[in-house]
C-alpha cells in the first residue's frame, strides 16, 4: 500500500525529484532519501498509534510549502550555499517529519489490522521507501537521455514547474481551508 500511495503522491514525488536536484552525488542522494523516509516514518508511525493528531487540510497547505521551498532554493545561484545545500539530510529529515502526517491520514483511510500494527506499518514503511528508490532510480537512468535533449536550462525550467505546481497547491489547498 505504501509503494502505491507514494506513486499516486505527486507532491511527494515532487519533493524527492527536488532531493535529486538538490544532491551532488549518488552517496548524498541516498543519505538524504534515508533521512526523509525516517522522518516520515517517526511521524507516520506517531500518527497511526494516535500520538499525533493534527486535521490533515493545513498539513497538506504545508507539505505544497515544502515543495516550494525546496524550489526556491534550487533555484538561487548554487555558488551560494544555502542551508538546504549545506545540509541536505537534516532539511530531509524535518520536513519528512512533515510528510509523514499526511501519510498517516492515507493509512488511517485503509485502516490498520488489530494484533498487526507493528508490521503494517512497517510494510507500509517499506513501500514508501522502496516507490521513492524506484523513482530515484527511473530519475538516475533518465539522467543521461534528458542532457541529451536540446533544451536550453533544462534543470531551470524543471525547478520552476516544480515551484509553480507547489505554489499553485499550496493556493488549492488553502483556499480549500476557507
Known sequence: IGFEHILTGADHLLFVFGLFLLCAG???LAKTVTAFTVGHSVTLSLAAL????LPSGPI??????SVL???VDLARDAGRPTFMRRFPWPMAL???LLHGLCFAGALREVGLPDGEIPMALFSFNVGIEVGQLVFVALLLALTPVVRKIPVPLPRRVAIYVMGSLA???MI???A???
Open 60 to 65: 497538506e497547505v504545508l507539505i505544497a510549502a
Open 26 to 28: 549518488i552517496a548524498p
Open 94 to 96: 524535518v520536513f519528512g
Open 172 to 174: 488549492e489547498r488553502g
Open 50 to 53: 494516535g500520538y499525533a493528531q
Open 176 to 178: 480549500a481551508l476557507l
Open 167 to 169: 505554489a499553485f497547491w
Open 69 to 71: 521551498a525546496l524550489a
